[in-house]
């Protein structure tokens, strides 16, 4: 069955720098890739996402980079900011099927 | 518009009780489905539905049932619960996945077994 990792799982970063978090998944028919943001005792929320037909998209500081060949897909955030210390889950809706799962999670910590 | 609305919050429930945890959304989503988020750890799919009356298992269905008997509600019931069913449970819906919406999620249900 579909199945999506997730690395790192923790990231602490300095305020200003990039933070990269990267997953792979196993569905090649796999089509679509959201990122959502989870703060403290809320529930998770889109921040961007991305269809199998387009390489990469950006919006403002965040950008997710997919390569369909190695089944792998990354978020890009760069000039961090405190106010984006927070879990960031990957998630994969398979190709043949109406399920959308998700990674592990990656709590980042951005340090002011 | 309310969004995606799960009932009760919080929970503590006796080892072998039952109860229904709530969900509806006044979207008119097609897709609704529920996970579980232990603590530290990944959303797992429990559960999942494409429309009224239509329901499949996801990842970590043992111990659940759910029902779709409108296009706004989606409860998930636990029959006997374990302490492994210690979790936060997230309910969430969207038109079809990956095609113009997001899939919106609830506020939670945290639910302790003891």
């Given amino acids: ?112 | 518009n309310a969004g995606v609305t799960q009932t009760p919050k919080f929970r503590i429930l006796k080892i072998g009780q039952s109860m229904t945890l709530q969900c509806t959304q006044d979207m008119n989503h097609n897709y609704m489905y529920w996970y579980r988020q232990d603590p530290g750890m990944g959303l797992k799919l429990i559960y999942y539905s494409v429309g009224a009356g239509i329901t499949d298992k996801g990842e970590v269905p043992n111990g659940y049932n759910v029902s779709r008997s409108t296009t706004e509600d989606f409860p998930l019931r636990l029959e006997l619960a374990a302490p492994s069913q210690t979790s936060v449970y997230f309910c969430a819906s969207t038109f079809i996945p990956g095609q113009g919406t997001e899939a919106f999620f609830g506020q939670g249900t945290r639910l302790t077994v003891v």
Avoid: M
């Fill in chain 1, 1 to 112: 069955g579909e199945n999506v990792e997730q690395h790192p799982s923790t990231l602490s970063v300095q305020e200003g720098d990039s933070a990269v978090i990267k997953c792979t998944y196993s569905d090649s028919a796999s089509n679509y890739f959201p990122w959502y943001k989870q703060e403290l005792g809320k529930g998770p929320q889109l921040i961007i996402d991305i269809r199998s037909n387009v390489g990469e998209k950006k919006d403002q500081r965040i950008a997710v980079t997919l390569n369909k060949t190695a089944k792998h897909f990354s978020l890009h955030i760069t000039e961090t900011q405190p106010e984006d210390s927070a879990v960031y889950f990957c998630g994969v809706k398979g190709g043949a099927t109406n399920k959308l799962i998700f990674g592990t999670g990656t709590l980042l910590a951005v340090q002011p």
